[in-house]
C-alpha cells in the first residue's frame, strides 16, 4: 500500500510542477529539458519505489500511474472544470500583428517563436501578416493569417 499512495502522491507532485512551469517546457524540448526529463525521472523512480526495488513493486507503481492517468482522463472528460484546472486554458499571445508581451513573457515563448511557428505553418515571415496566434495547452502556437493573406505554396513551407 505504501508504493500505491507514494505513485499517487508523486503523480500528483509532478503534475502540478509541469503545469506550474507551462506548457511550453512539454512541447518545445531543447536537449537542456531531454537531459532535465531524465534527471527528474531518475529522481523520480527513487521517490516512487523507495527501499523495495522488486519487479512487483515496479509493477504495482507503474499499475498505479495508469490507472491515475486513466481516471484523470475519465474526470476530465466528465467535469470541463476539472479538464480547465488540470489542462489549463489557450492563450492568445498576438492580435492582429501586434504581441500581447504580458502574455508572451508569462508563457515564457518570444515573438520569435511565434514567427517560427507561423512559417512552419502558412510561410508567414512578418508578424504583420498573423491576425491571431495562439498557445494551445498541448504547447503548440496555432496561427490565424491575416483576412485575404495567400498561403505559401506548400514546397516552400
Not at 503545469?19 to 518545445?28: F, M
Request: proline share 5%.
Amino acid at each position: 500500500m505504501d508504493s500505491v499512495l507514494r505513485a499517487a502522491l508523486m503523480y500528483g507532485i509532478l503534475l502540478l510542477l509541469f503545469r506550474a512551469t507551462g506548457r511550453r517546457t512539454l512541447h518545445q524540448m531543447t536537449s537542456f529539458d531531454i537531459v532535465l526529463l531524465l534527471f527528474i525521472g531518475e529522481a523520480t523512480q527513487q521517490a516512487l519505489l523507495g527501499p523495495d526495488s522488486s519487479l512487483t513493486n515496479a509493477l504495482l507503481v507503474i499499475v498505479t500511474l495508469l490507472a491515475i492517468d486513466v481516471g484523470l482522463s475519465l474526470i476530465k472528460r466528465r467535469w470541463q472544470c476539472a479538464e480547465r484546472l488540470i489542462e489549463g486554458l489557450p492563450t492568445i499571445l498576438l492580435i492582429h500583428g501586434r504581441p500581447l508581451e504580458g502574455r508572451l513573457d508569462r508563457a515564457r515563448i518570444s515573438t520569435g517563436d511565434v514567427l517560427q511557428a507561423a512559417r512552419q505553418l502558412h510561410g508567414i515571415t512578418k508578424l504583420a501578416d498573423i491576425d491571431l496566434a495562439v498557445l494551445e495547452v498541448d504547447g503548440r502556437i496555432s496561427i490565424v493569417p491575416q483576412p485575404g493573406r495567400e498561403p505559401a505554396p506548400p514546397s516552400d513551407r
